[in-house]
């Protein structure tokens, strides 16, 4: 399995930006789906999920800003961020599950793919 994250980079608060996640599953089903993020001295946090029965999951602080969608045919996974505060500004990853997961934002410890992560800055 191999995820490729892309479109991350600056932008000012209140702007927006769009990442991609590429995955090249093979063989390999990945039922779950989604966004981390970090900053240095934190622990990795759930931004989003994505099942593959279509149910979402987002963590509180990027309600109603941030949407996860994913392009079945191309296979991309996308995070659509809108309204940015400073405090997104993280890395950013990409990850994916081979088996189904309590429902909502879970650890990150139960995921089992991960992309090598894209910087997020956003300036006040």
């Known amino acids: 399995v191999q995820l490729l994250e892309s479109g991350g980079g600056s932008v000012q608060a209140g702007g927006s930006l769009r990442l991609s996640c590429a995955m090249s599953t093979g063989p390999v089903r990945l039922y779950v789906m989604g966004w981390f993020r970090r900053t240095p001295g934190k622990e990795r946090e759930g931004v989003a999920r994505?099942?593959?029965?279509?149910?979402?999951a987002s963590a509180d602080s990027v309600k109603g800003r941030f949407t996860i969608t994913k392009d079945n045919v191309k296979n991309i996974l996308y995070l659509q961020m809108n309204s940015l505060k400073p405090e997104d500004s993280a890395m950013y990853y990409c990850?994916?599950?081979?088996?189904?997961?309590?429902?909502?934002?879970?650890?990150?410890?139960?995921?089992?793919?991960w992309g090598q992560g894209i910087q997020v800055s956003v300036s006040a």
């Open positions: 994505l099942d593959t029965d279509g149910v979402t």
């Open positions: 990850a994916g599950a081979h088996n189904p997961l309590l429902p909502g934002i879970v650890d990150d410890l139960w995921y089992h793919h």
